[in-house]
């Protein structure tokens, strides 16, 4: 795959179907018939969003028989993982300072 076609990790779990997939495929390996019960849209539907987790990586297909099973795949998650904890700095920070003013004030 070129990584022109390789969707951002960022991007594809920027929708929220694509979110509450990734949480169902935490759980265990699915067929997208089994997905497609927890939304209320088409399994066509489903597979678009399935082809944007895969191609981020967040997701691994497997071909068993004649239907294709999916299953979260978390590494390419540590990205994000990573991105946040820069940040937790600047919340704890203002936490902090919120603590303070509240304290001060009482």
Same mark, same amino acid.
């Given at each position: 795959m070129s990584a022109q076609s390789?969707?951002? @990790? *960022? $991007?594809? %779990?920027?929708?929220?179907?694509?979110?509450? +997939? +990734?949480? !169902?495929? &935490? #759980?265990? =390996?699915?067929s997208i018939a089994e %997905? &497609? =019960?927890? *939304?209320? !849209?088409s399994r066509t539907g489903v597979n678009k969003h399935l082809h944007i987790l895969s191609n981020a990586g967040v997701v691994k297909s497997r071909k068993v028989g004649r239907e294709t099973r999916y299953i979260l795949t978390p590494e390419p998650? @540590? #990205?994000? $993982?990573?991105?946040? $904890?820069? *940040? #937790? $700095?600047?919340?704890?920070?203002?936490? &902090?300072?919120?603590?303070?003013y509240v304290e001060d004030n009482e």
């Open positions: 390789k969707h951002d @990790v *960022f $991007q594809a %779990i920027s929708d929220p179907t694509r979110r509450t +997939l +990734l949480k !169902i495929l &935490a #759980e265990k =390996e699915m %997905i &497609a =019960e927890h *939304f209320p !849209i998650l @540590v #990205e994000i $993982q990573s991105w946040l $904890q820069f *940040f #937790e $700095q600047y919340w704890d920070d203002k936490l &902090a300072t919120l603590k303070k």
